[in-house]
């Protein structure tokens, strides 16, 4: 299976900053690759697919790059409905996988 | 607009097995692909298993094959996951989800709220 690496595993971070998290994938996916975001409770929302394309109605301070093993989700400026937990997830086969997850925290 | 409601948790003793379903409306629930992801509480996400549209394609997760078997009932827009020989580490939060695309993708735009998994004597 390909393994799906997230770093930090934590960031703290306030409202305006800008936060970037980093998937590194242990072998070439292409392109595809997409960022969920969950809160507590709640199922995770989609928020970039094929590493780039930003999925209806997710707002356009996030966005997503990378290909190959190397991915970047960043949120231009941090919203106080931001603070979360964010999955990677490379779909190069069925066979799917996902990072162990990012928790944007308030600093 | 597009809802998956999960059904079917519990606790279960080890060994045991139990069903759970998934009650899908506000789309053509027979032209998507479906899976179930699981998540171990405080842990990550964890894909379980793939079916495709008609069921002609199925996938399972090494850790659930042999023991789980994913079927849908496209006349009655319903998901299933059958889950025996049930162990500690099987629970968790299931959730059903959507395929993104009716051409199989393999990433999830839909997902349901979850249903709770609890195998323990």
């Known amino acids: 299976d390909i393994q799906m690496t997230q770093s930090p595993s934590t960031l703290s971070a306030s409202v305006g900053d800008r936060v970037t998290i980093t998937c590194r994938a242990s072998?070439?996916?292409?392109?595809?690759l997409a960022w969920y975001q969950q809160k507590p409770g709640k199922a995770p929302k989609l928020l970039i697919y094929k590493a780039s394309g930003l999925e209806s109605g997710v707002p356009s301070r996030f966005s997503g790059s990378g290909s190959g093993t190397e991915f970047t989700l960043t949120i231009s400026s941090l919203q106080p409905d931001d603070f979360a937990t964010y999955y990677c997830?490379?779909?190069?086969?069925?066979?799917?996988?996902f990072g162990q997850g990012t928790k944007v925290e308030i600093k | 607009e597009v809802q998956l409601v999960e059904s079917g948790g519990g606790l279960v003793q080890p060994g045991g097995s139990l069903r759970l379903s998934c009650a899908a409306s506000?789309?053509?629930?027979?032209?998507?692909?479906m899976n179930w992801v699981r998540q171990a509480p405080g842990k990550g996400l964890e894909w379980v298993s793939y079916i495709s549209s008609s069921s002609s394609t199925i996938y399972y997760a090494d850790s659930v094959k042999g023991r789980f078997t994913i079927s849908r009932d496209n006349a009655k827009n319903s998901l299933f996951l059958q889950m025996n020989s049930l162990r500690a580490e099987d629970t968790a939060v299931y959730y059903c989800?959507?395929?993104?695309?009716?051409?199989?993708?393999?990433?999830?735009?839909?997902w349901g709220q979850g249903t709770l998994v609890t195998v323990s004597s």
């Open positions: 989800a959507r395929d993104r695309t009716i051409t199989p993708q393999y990433y999830f735009d839909y």
């Open positions: 997830q490379q779909y190069n086969s069925y066979s799917v996988t």
């Open positions: 072998q070439s996916i292409s392109s595809w």
């Open positions: 506000g789309f053509t629930f027979s032209s998507y692909s």
